[in-house]
T-cell receptor
Framework: SQQGEEDPQALSIQEGENATMNCSYK?????LQWYRQNSGRGLVHLIL?????REKHSGRLRVTLDTSKKSSSLLITASRAADTASYFC?????????FGSGTKLNVKP | DADVTQTPRNRITKTGKRIMLECSQT?????MYWYRQDPGLGLRLIYY???????NKGEISDGYSVSRQAQAKFSLSLESAIPNQTALYFC???????????????FGPGTRLTVL
């Protein structure tokens, strides 16, 4: 499979802590995207980072990309109970678009 | 009103039945996609369409067919449903990027399909 692999599969933290999840992939990419999915609902796009970018911020989200290691990380700072969801990375290559298997984040109040 | 809508939201059917899932969008996007999601797994691409005259197979197209009736409508059919097609199905749209690049995708709420 050329899908990205997320790590960890599940993460449980207290409200206010930071949450870090990682994504590794196998093929060259044009961009990498992160999505959030609340239980049983459609995915919501969070952030897109292009292959020539190394870091990107959006509110409490920070994404890094290391194309030499074929990996990306998503950091959520000062987490809230409302951040509880599954998070997926998606890699966009030449006419290919793959989702990873996701990290399930639980933020305890 | 939601930008991407899917009907039905839930469907229970029997093995061998033909099923159609419909997707409509008001975002004016050319690109539309159908995915399935199995419990605990990520999304897998079934079919995608870059415009009304363009249909492409995705990672898992066997047992499925699609029709792009208009820019705004993209339907997925299961010709003869089988139990292992029980899953959550999502439609998504995106704006036009370069041929080699995919932009942000906007998802519908999903259709939960159960095949008995």
């Amino acid at each position: 499979s050329q899908q990205g692999e997320e790590d960890p599969q599940a993460l449980s933290i207290q409200e206010g802590e930071n949450a870090t999840m990682n994504c590794s992939y196998k093929t060259s990419i044009n961009n990498l995207q992160w999505y959030r999915q609340n239980s049983g609902r459609g995915l919501v796009h969070l952030i897109l980072i292009r292959s020539n970018e190394r870091e990107k911020h959006s509110g409490r989200l920070r994404v890094t990309l290391d194309t030499s290691k074929k990996s990306s990380s998503l950091l959520i700072t000062a987490s809230r109970a409302a951040d509880t969801a599954s998070y997926f990375c998606a890699t966009a290559g030449f006419n290919k678009f793959y989702f990873g298997s996701g990290t399930k984040l639980n933020v305890k109040p | 009103d939601a930008d991407v809508t899917q009907t039905p939201r839930n469907r229970i059917t029997k093995t061998g039945k033909r099923i159609m899932l419909e997707c409509s969008q008001t975002k004016g996007h050319d690109r539309m996609y159908w995915y399935r999601q199995d419990p605990g797994l990520g999304l897998r691409l079934i079919y995608y369409s870059f415009d009304v005259k363009d249909i492409n197979k995705g990672e898992i197209s066997d047992g499925y067919s699609v029709s792009r009736q208009a820019q705004a409508k993209f339907s997925l059919s299961l010709e003869s449903a089988i139990p292992n097609q029980t899953a959550l199905y999502f439609c998504a749209t995106s704006g036009t990027g370069s041929e080699s690049s995919y932009n942000e995708q906007f998802f519908g709420p999903g259709t939960r399909l159960t095949v008995l």
